[in-house]
């Protein structure tokens, strides 16, 4: 059984591919469920009232976007841990931020949020995959 180094090396194959979207999809769930409490879930909605949390205060201008700025960099963190690549974990700051900003402005639904997250897993071990030069590329 390889060791979970030898499974992260970039993919040779198809089964190598899989390997990795495997473990991008459970990075996905323990970034999106386990380590979003009710107060990122919340707070990353620039239209949510926080009052559970800051009482009578209100919610303190802009805590929306260093929220949805935190919780789309736990994404970043998860996609560069298990590519290697700091270009892929980058782009899913950018996209998580813009698909959950979609989803709370109430442009998307939970559902297509969820797809949309599986699909950027499915392009990111596509890319390695098909061994993109600027996907690999890591300091």
Request: glycine share 8%.
């Amino acid at each position: 059984m390889p060791s979970l180094l030898a499974a992260l090396e970039p993919p040779t194959n198809l089964a190598g591919a899989a390997v990795v979207l495997f473990a991008l999809l459970i990075g996905h769930a323990i970034a999106d469920f386990a380590l979003q409490g009710d107060f990122l879930s919340s707070a990353k909605n620039r239209h949510a009232q926080l009052k559970s949390f800051f009482g009578d205060e209100g919610t303190p201008k802009g805590l929306w976007i260093h929220a949805l700025g935190a919780h789309s960099m736990i994404h970043a963190g998860a996609v560069w841990l298990i590519t290697g690549s700091v270009v892929l974990g980058f782009i899913e700051f950018v996209l998580h931020w813009f698909i959950d900003f979609a989803k709370c402005e109430g442009w998307t639904s939970f559902r297509t949020d969820q797809t949309l997250h599986i699909l950027c897993k499915i392009a990111w071990a596509g890319l390695l995959w098909c061994e993109c030069p600027w996907a690999m590329w890591s300091p």
